[in-house]
Every structure is written in structure tokens, then in C-alpha cells.
Nanobody, 121 residues
Framework: QVQLVESGGGLVQAGGSLRLSCAAS????????IGWFRQAPGKEREFVAA????????YYTDSVKGRFTISRDNAKNTVYLQMNSLKPEDTAIYYC??????????????WGQGTQVTVSV
């Protein structure tokens, strides 16, 4: 069982940066793939980035490649999403999720409550 809590969201101007954190509880956190997803108003939830348990592999959706970086610190049970060069279309609720598989779909077992990111023009 893994519990996830996101933080770090907020309001930022276009071109700015934010770092999201996903803090996890559970003894087996280090064995899970952690993914970040987002859902904009009126749109479906979509995959943003994922990182394997060791941190050795990362995955990104095309629209964030070169701007977002996912990383993890297993000693702190935390995964980060560094978001640079933010655009208004990045505005969404961002969720982190955990799963024992390496996947980039929505079929993650555990989800956080989300944190709002708003990018103004």
C-alpha cells in the first residue's frame, strides 16, 4: 500500500518554473514506478512523465520533453517534477501515481489528490 501527497503547485507566469513534489508513505516505495499525470478543465487526464524504481529510466510525453524533468530520492520517499519554460497550456491539476509495473497509461494502482498548476500569459 502506498499513499501519495503532491505539493508545489501554484500560479506562475508563462516562461516561469515550478517544482512539484510527490511524497510517499509505505515501506515499498522504492520498488514502484512513479508517474505524473495532469488533467486540464474539460479534458481527459493525460500522462506527463514517469520514472522507474531505480531512477534509471524516465519517460515523457512529447509536449514536455526538454522542459520537464522527473527525478526521485528514494531515501526521502519523494519524486520531483521540475517544470521549466511553462506555458499556459500546462495549466492543469497534476497528479502523481505509483505502480509496480513500468507503464505510461492511466492504469496506476495508487493516486494522490493532485495539486493545481496555473500558468498565466
Amino acid at each position: 500500500q502506498v499513499q501519495l501527497v503532491e505539493s508545489g503547485g501554484g500560479l506562475v507566469q508563462a516562461g516561469g518554473s515550478l517544482r512539484l513534489s510527490c511524497a510517499a508513505s509505505g515501506r515499498t516505495f522504492s520498488s514502484y514506478t512513479i508517474g505524473w499525470f495532469r488533467q486540464a478543465p474539460g479534458k481527459e487526464r493525460e500522462f506527463v512523465a514517469a520514472i522507474t524504481w531505480s531512477g534509471g529510466r524516465t519517460y515523457y510525453t512529447d509536449s514536455v520533453k526538454g522542459r520537464f524533468t522527473i527525478s526521485r530520492d528514494n531515501a526521502k520517499n519523494t519524486v520531483y517534477l521540475q517544470m521549466n519554460s511553462l506555458k499556459p497550456e500546462d495549466t492543469a491539476i497534476y497528479y502523481c501515481a505509483a505502480d509496480s509495473r513500468i507503464i505510461t497509461t492511466l492504469r496506476y494502482d495508487y493516486w494522490g489528490q493532485g495539486t493545481q498548476v496555473t500558468v498565466s500569459v
